[in-house]
Antibody, heavy 115, light 107 residues
Framework: EVQLVESGGGLVQPGGSLRLSCAAS????????MNWVRQAPGKGLEWVSY????????DYADSVKGRFTISRDNAKNSLYLQMNSLRAEDTAVYYC????????WGQGTLVTVSS | EIVLTQSPDFQSVTPKEKVTITCRAS??????LHWYQQKPDQSPKLLIK???QSISGVPSRFSGSGSGTDFTLTINSLEAEDAATYYC?????????FGQGTKLEIK
């Protein structure tokens, strides 16, 4: 069974940093592209970042470019999102999702940016 | 960046009714358009991939059509459990984007 489990969320002050992780199981992680998608409270879905299977293609939404870094460790079946210079508007549930078509999603981890 | 615009933003419908949600792209995206359903406090669920391809386990009343810039999600014979917010999403080119969502209320 495919499973994606996010972790690392929490309360952080504006300007702070946080590293999210997504642990994958039930499939050959190294064969699939991955994404981060977020959802602010009461708002719609926002695509955040993409990484292909070999980490050779990476992209970000303009809203996070220069502040967030996506990475993966295929040996550990894990996806990461390093978030720096956090702002109040980054407050959201962050999901990891597999494939171009986002077939599989995790349960999400809540990031709250507040003083 | 390709902008996806959904319509309507909100729709109130009765059970057994047929529902159509549209998604328009700001430029051609071929068939790289996917549809999701999200219920409160749940992760989104993929309903249709690549405009019209069905997903295992998704009820057959959900179907998709379109290509280029105009796409449609159709729900035939709506059921009470279909109350949710529906999103389109493209993977044609980076950056990927989502539509703003369509909230479906069941009367």
């Amino acid at each position: 069974e495919v499973q994606l489990v996010e972790s690392g969320g929490g309360l952080v002050q504006p300007g702070g940093s946080l590293r999210l992780s997504c642990a994958a199981s039930g499939f050959t992680f190294s064969s699939y592209s991955m994404n981060w998608v977020r959802q602010a409270p009461g708002k719609g879905l926002e695509w955040v970042s993409y990484i292909n299977s070999r980490s050779s293609i990476i992209d970000y939404a303009d809203s996070v470019k220069g502040r967030f870094t996506i990475s993966r460790d295929n040996a550990k079946n894990s996806l990461y999102l390093q978030m720096n210079s956090l702002r109040a508007e980054d407050t959201a549930v962050y999901y990891c999702a597999r494939d171009q078509e986002l077939l599989w999603w995790g349960q999400g981890t809540l990031v709250t940016v507040s003083s | 960046e390709i902008v996806l615009t959904q319509s309507p933003d909100f729709q109130s419908v009765t059970p057994k009714e047929k529902v159509t949600i549209t998604c328009r792209a700001s430029q051609s995206i071929g068939s790289s358009l996917h549809w999701y359903q999200q219920k409160p406090d749940q992760s989104p669920k993929l309903l249709i991939k690549y405009a019209s391809q069905s997903i295992s386990g998704v009820p057959s009343r959900f179907s998709g059509s379109g290509s280029g810039t105009d796409f449609t999600l159709t729900i035939n014979s709506l059921e009470a459990e279909d109350a949710a917010t529906y999103y389109c999403h493209h993977s044609s080119s980076l950056p990927h984007t989502f539509g703003q969502g369509t909230k479906l209320e069941i009367k």
